[in-house]
């Protein structure tokens, strides 16, 4: 009897990196918020946010 993997299939994307931050818990709440309000995951404002950062600090520098 064969096993099936688990995990995530192939997307043909990228692999991303995973990164861990400690933050206050006033900043946490106020990113959930944001989160909420826009409808999205706490992940995605905060890769958004450090886009934005990039961009803003090394406007030359490509990140797509």
């Given at each position: 009897m064969a096993v099936a993997k688990r995990g995530r299939k192939p997307s043909g994307k990228p692999r991303v990196a995973r990164a861990s931050a400690s933050l206050q818990?006033?900043?946490y709440q106020t990113l959930q918020a944001?989160?909420?309000?826009k409808k999205v995951s706490v992940a995605w404002v905060i890769r958004d946010a450090a886009e934005k950062y990039i961009a803003a600090q090394w406007p030359l520098l490509e990140t797509k």
């Open positions: 818990p006033e900043i944001i989160a909420k309000q």
